[in-house]
């Protein structure tokens, strides 16, 4: 069942294949975890936030239409319940500081150029961490649908009900004002 796209597993589900649909969300369980951790700055709460939001694309699976790709209807079904999550309790749109749940010491053991390399590249990755988590959390979604769950600008737009247009305009928007935060650091 591993090789099956996702729209065959939801077919074979809907015709009584209970396996199909775990298959199905096992796939996305990691990248439904890392995309929420990433829109709301708490592991925790982002464990809870996953479980439901799979356990939400389990309840409406057959609200699903297999001839679209699932992935943009799973995502928009993740991004609805973040935003539900950010108005609940009224969060600002846009956080101050990054959550300390990913932030670890780094552990020189081989000081090789390489190994510096590499401590060098995964700092780098942790600064631009921690400025992406200063945006507004409608940019940091996009950031994360795009570069991490690596969904298209098309199934962005699906997903939040634009245009590819819009997307890409907003998507522009978001990198001009990470760079304006880079230069101000360097």
């Known amino acids: 069942m591993e090789e099956f796209t996702d729209e065959q597993l939801v077919r074979a589900y809907i015709k009584g294949d209970n396996q199909a649909i775990e298959v199905l969300l096992g796939r996305y369980a990691g990248p439904m975890l890392f995309f929420v951790v990433q829109s709301i700055n708490n592991q925790a709460e982002a ?6 939001i799979l356990y939400k694309s389990w309840r409406k699976i057959k609200t699903y239409h297999p001839e679209q790709p699932f992935k943009p209807w799973l995502y928009r079904l993740a991004r609805n319940t973040v935003i539900d999550y950010w108005r609940k309790r009224k969060l600002p749109l846009a956080f101050a500081d990054a959550d300390d749940t990913f932030a670890g010491e780094i552990d020189v053991v081989d000081e090789s150029p390489l190994a510096l390399t590499e401590i060098m590249k995964r700092e780098e990755q942790e600064d631009i961490a921690a400025l992406i988590s200063t945006l507004a959390p409608d940019e940091r979604m996009l950031l994360n649908l795009y570069y991490y769950q690596g969904l298209n600008l098309r ?18 928007r978001v990198l001009q004002k990470l760079r304006k935060l880079i230069d101000k650091i360097e």
């Not at 464990?47 to 439901?52: F, H, I, R």
């Open 155 to 172: 199934e962005i737009a699906e997903l939040s009900q634009s245009s590819v247009d819009t997307i890409k305009s907003r998507h522009r």
């Open 47 to 52: 464990e809870d936030l996953a479980q439901e």
